[in-house]
């Protein structure tokens, strides 16, 4: 094997496999990338047995074809600190040693059997359609800040993924909760898909996420059993599925609630943001003091001390409702428009907040309690 790269194309590739490979693997292999030179181009592979990313780089020079594996967050410490754009030449000198040289430098990297790195053969021709990159970047941008981290119910540990219809229309929804606070998101859909409701996990979407970051185009999507397949441009992600049942989301979602703050997204992100300063993990509650023309919003942390802000608001009611502030944050910083809409009911119930800039999307905070 021996070929030429350009550096920034390999380190791209590189920087991707980063997020899939686990730091501390009991197999020695799972911490290696596989380099194969074939068809004038180089597939380079990740996987941590659950999750496989796949990447192409077609422009290279191939000097002769062959393939190796070596410590992937070696490679990749190499690689990134070359001179952006650099050529780099690589080749495998005897079976158990990649080469890498670029202008005065040189390594020779320790390899390990390619035949050892597990490759999946499954054939996802069913049930593909294609989306928009951005709009799946949105379903899952909108929703990622409200998956569980609890382990013990596993099947909150991701995203709910399923086809849905409203008037006639087809939406592809996105739905997380970790039962605290939880974000709905849908994009239209130009037809009906044959598409099965899944639960992709966390892992999967911040690394979906970080390809779609750098990509304007479609993505196509395929299925089967308990996998899924993600493509797009030179790219390839297969993952496997949470296997559980999603609660009745639909239900949590308030019906009754009249009262509605609306106030500038910015002014209100900013005051909770500030006040919540006092409390050092942002997990103490911010309450909120309605009145008919004011917000307050108070913080008081036993270790650290208290703060509040006032606001000038329009609102037709009194109330007073306590809300963990890490959880508005998280939405306030999602939001597109320039205002934010909160529709409470009473002390006790969900807040639900909306985005006069996407009406697609919408989000449930439980209020704290004392």
């Known amino acids: 094997m021996k070929f030429n790269v350009n550096q920034q194309d390999l380190q791209q590739a590189l920087s991707y496999c980063q997020g899939v490979i686990e730091k501390r693997s009991t197999l020695p292999i799972l911490s290696n990338v596989l380099l194969d030179v074939s068809n004038s181009q180089l597939t380079i592979t990740a996987t941590d047995l659950d999750l496989i990313f796949v990447h192409q780089i077609k422009n290279i020079e191939v000097i002769e074809e062959g393939k190796t594996t070596t410590v992937s967050s070696?490679?990749?410490?190499?690689?990134?600190?070359?001179?952006?754009?650099?050529?780099?030449?690589?080749?495998?000198?005897?079976?158990?040693?990649?080469?890498?040289?670029?202008?005065?430098?040189?390594?020779?990297?320790?390899?390990?059997?390619?035949?050892?790195?597990?490759?999946?053969d499954e054939n996802f021709n069913d049930n593909e359609f294609s989306i928009n990159s951005k709009s799946l970047l949105k379903l899952l941008n909108k929703c990622k800040f409200s998956v569980s981290n609890d382990e013990t119910r596993h099947y909150l540990s991701g995203i709910y993924i399923h086809?849905?219809?409203?008037?006639?229309?087809?939406?592809?929804?996105?739905?997380?909760?970790?039962?605290?606070?939880?974000?709905?998101?849908?994009?239209?859909?130009?037809?009906?898909?044959?598409?099965?409701?899944?639960?992709?996990?966390?892992?999967t979407i911040f690394q979906l996420v970080s390809l779609l970051d750098n990509y304007d185009g479609d993505v196509k999507i395929s299925n089967v059993k308990s996998k899924i397949k993600f493509e797009l441009n030179n790219s390839i992600l297969i993952s496997k599925l949470i296997d559980g049942k999603f609660p009745n989301y639909v239900q949590v979602i308030p019906k009754n609630n009249q009262k509605k703050l609306e106030i500038d997204l910015k002014l209100f992100l900013d005051s909770v943001d500030r006040v919540a300063s006092v409390s050092l993990d942002k997990k103490d509650g911010v309450k909120f003091n309605l009145t008919k023309d004011a917000l307050n919003l108070s913080v008081n942390n036993t270790n650290s001390g208290d703060g509040n802000e006032t606001l000038n608001i329009k609102f037709d009611h009194d109330l007073e409702i306590s809300f963990n502030s890490r959880y508005l944050i998280d939405v306030a910083s999602q939001l597109d428009g320039e205002k934010i809409e909160i529709y409470f009911n009473d002390t006790g119930s969900p807040a639900l907040i909306k985005d006069p800039g996407d009406f697609d999307s919408i989000y449930v905070v439980m209020p704290m309690k004392g």
């Open 163 to 203: 086809q849905t219809e409203v008037d006639d229309k087809n939406y592809l929804t996105s739905v997380a909760t970790d039962s605290h606070r939880m974000s709905i998101s849908k994009v239209r859909l130009n037809q009906k898909i044959n598409f099965e409701p899944i639960i992709l996990p966390k892992k």
């Open 74 to 120: 070696t490679i990749y410490d190499i690689v990134r600190k070359f001179p952006s754009g650099k050529k780099i030449n690589l080749s495998l000198s005897d079976i158990n040693k990649l080469q890498i040289e670029s202008e005065k430098s040189n390594f020779n990297l320790n390899c390990l059997s390619p035949s050892e790195f597990p490759l999946t």
